[in-house]
């Protein structure tokens, strides 16, 4: 939980703000929290869509190099 809330802050600017009272430092965190979960899920579906490549195993007693 607190490296998603760290990740947040940097990815939406939640520390970049100098509010004055409670009730807009709440409008201001709420909207940004907002923008957060937007970026994860576009970020997910992007995933899925485009999964990481499975690289083959590589077997290093077959491939020996030879010093030359």
Do not use: C, I
């Not at 990740?7 to 909207?31: F, I, N």
């Not at 997910?44 to 030879?66: F, N, W």
């Amino acid at each position: 939980m607190e490296d998603d809330f760290h990740d947040s802050k940097q990815a939406t600017a939640l520390d970049g703000t100098q509010v004055r009272g409670y009730r807009a430092w709440k409008r201001h965190v709420t909207v940004v929290m907002a923008a957060y979960a937007l970026l994860a899920v576009t970020a997910a579906k992007a995933r899925a869509a485009y999964p990481a490549p499975v690289l083959p195993e590589h077997d290093e007693s077959t491939h020996q190099m030879t010093a030359a």
